[in-house]
Every structure is written in structure tokens, then in C-alpha cells.
């Protein structure tokens, strides 16, 4: 077996992956078909495949990562790709090279796919406009973060199957989190039913015009969710008091043991990561029976490798 899935039917076209609000639900069925396939190689001995042989990935993060750009890195080498790691901080960028520039300098040394992180909302989108690489969106300001939005959505099709009618929370910081919105388009697409739960201080503006359902009182519906991702609070993005303290906040729509107890037995509990242990979440919660982080961590892995390796298949079909 040469570890590359046997696409039937479907043809992937599109060598960027920005977003999943613009994704269809084939596109989305063969993105996780595609993943499902490559996670037996991470059950090999050797785990390694050749599809993205000769072929130079590089992580251009101009935010901090750990899991993104770790699980990009292995899934990239993987598929048997050089990875070149860049950091805006020693890089030219910080003595005022501009995001165009960077790219096309990159792009000179022969670059086939560029992942990238930045903190103004569309710098994917103008990346993929500039040069004639790959483009994968790892997070865009408050826009989308579509390879995590993946994972979440190929954690919950793996438990439960079709996702029609399932009702879905998203709860915490909504204003702040690329991966709602990534999980709100997808989830929406494939028939869930997307409830976002928080304080209306952490809901975005925009949250009238998403497919949802807002809700500020967690234990009104938290008996009837089937999932429950348990976002982060994003205390480095929140410039000013939007919850009165800590312990108010866990009180009102943390997830503890306690509430735990008025939840479906077979909930499915989730969080991006990195967790704030005691706030979105109790210990006895994030390490419980009913947890699906360390899944979700391993499928993000398969998920990414699955986004390269069809963008790269679509770059080469032009």
C-alpha cells in the first residue's frame, strides 16, 4: 500500500484551502475520507509515505503555535516533504518586509505549499493571490481556522456518524475564536445544529447573520447537546473586563463534574487547545470518559495531512 487514498468518484480542485464556509459537503466528505486513509500510517512501524516526496512545505507562522504548527510540521514530513520553518521574530519581517515580499522571496527558493498564521483576518486569501504555491489558512485573525474546524468535525463524524440534526454546542469565547466560525460553517453544511453558548460580552457582532442558535444560559440546554466544545478564553486577545472574575465565569459556563451530571451519558466532550484547567474545564472533565481532546489531537494530524496532500494533487491537475 503506497499510503495515498484511492480518490473514486470525487475530484478535488482546489490548491488552497482558506476556509470551510466555502466548502461543500463532497468536498468535506472526501477531505475526511482522504484523512481516514492516512491514519494508518501512523500505525506503522515506519511511518512514512511518499506522495509529497520533492516537495518543500513551509510554515510561515507570524503567531505563536505549538499544536498547529507541530502537527503541520509532522504531517508534512509524513508525506515525505522538506518543511522549512519560519518565524516572523528572526526573520525580515521584523525589520518591515511586508507579507507579499516574504512570500515571493520564499517562493524564489522553490516553496510548493506555504501554511500560514497570521493575525490579520484574510492574509491567506491575499497570500494565495500573490503566489503560485499552495495556500492552507492555520488561522487568520479572528476569521477561520478550517484544518482545526476538520478535526473537530472528523472527531464527531468518527463517534457518531451522520451529522444530521445533531446538536452541537460551542461554548465560551465566541468573539475571539477562529475555530468557531470554522466549526460553524462546516458543522451548518453538514445538517448540525450549532448552538454557541456564552456571555453576551464573548459573542461576536456579527452573530445574528451565523447559522445558530445563541443561547447565555448553559444549563437551560445543556441536557440536550449531544457535543460540547469547550472553547478557550483567549485572555492575551481580551482587552477589557468582559466577565466579572474567574470564578463567575467557571460558575456560569465552565464545565465541571457537577454540571456534567445534567449531560447526555454519551456526550461528547471537545477543546482546541491548549486547555485553562479549572476554568473551561475541570480535570475530571478534560481527562474524563466522555473527552475526546487526545483523539482529536491524533486526527488533527491525519486531517492535515490529508489537506496537503489534496491541495498538492490539485496544483499538479492545473
Not at 175 to 186: F, K, T
Not at 214 to 224: E, L, M, N, P, T
Not at 244 to 265: C, D, I, Q, W
Request: positive net charge; charged residues 25%.
Amino acid at each position: 500500500m503506497s499510503g495515498e487514498p484511492q480518490s473514486e468518484r470525487f475530484i478535488w480542485n482546489r490548491k488552497h484551502l482558506l476556509g470551510l464556509r466555502e466548502l461543500s459537503r463532497e468536498e468535506l466528505f472526501h477531505i475526511f475520507d482522504t484523512a481516514e486513509g492516512f491514519k494508518e500510517i501512523s500505525r506503522r512501524s515506519i511511518k512514512k509515505a511518499p506522495p509529497l516526496r520533492g516537495k518543500v512545505v513551509v510554515n510561515l507562522f507570524f503567531e505563536d503555535s505549538t499544536r498547529t504548527r507541530n502537527s503541520f510540521s509532522l504531517a508534512a514530513s509524513r508525506l515525505s516533504a522538506d518543511v522549512m520553518e519560519f518565524t516572523a521574530k528572526t526573520s525580515s519581517v521584523s525589520k518591515g518586509e511586508t507579507l507579499r515580499d516574504t512570500a515571493r522571496n520564499l517562493e524564489a527558493m522553490g516553496i510548493d505549499i506555504v501554511v500560514i498564521r497570521h493575525s490579520a483576518g484574510g492574509a491567506p486569501h491575499l497570500l494565495s493571490r500573490c503566489i503560485d504555491a499552495c495556500v492552507i489558512n492555520a488561522g487568520d485573525g479572528y476569521h477561520e481556522h478550517p484544518t482545526q474546524g476538520l478535526l473537530d468535525i472528523f472527531t464527531i463524524r468518527e463517534l457518531r456518524g451522520d451529522m444530521t440534526g445533531l446538536k452541537v454546542a460551542i461554548v465560551g469565547d465566541i468573539a475571539h475564536s477562529r475555530v468557531a466560525r470554522s466549526n460553524i460553517w462546516g458543522l451548518h453544511t453538514l445538517g448540525a445544529q450549532v448552538f454557541l453558548v456564552g456571555p453576551p460580552t464573548l459573542m461576536p457582532s456579527e452573530v445574528g447573520k451565523l447559522p445558530v442558535t445563541v443561547c447565555h444560559d448553559f444549563d437551560a440546554i445543556i441536557g440536550q447537546m449531544d457535543v460540547m466544545n469547550m472553547l478557550r478564553v483567549q485572555f492575551e486577545r481580551i482587552g477589557s473586563t468582559v466577565f466579572p472574575s474567574v470564578r463567575e465565569y467557571t460558575r456560569l459556563f465552565g464545565l465541571t463534574m457537577n454540571r456534567m451530571k445534567r449531560a447526555k451519558k454519551d456526550v461528547i466532550v471537545m477543546h482546541p487547545g491548549p486547555i485553562n484547567r479549572g476554568l473551561e474545564l475541570e480535570s475530571e472533565v478534560a481527562d474524563g470518559p466522555n473527552s475526546t481532546i487526545l483523539r482529536q489531537v491524533a486526527n488533527g494530524l491525519a486531517v492535515r495531512m490529508a489537506v496537503l496532500f489534496l491541495v498538492n494533487q490539485a496544483a499538479a491537475q492545473k
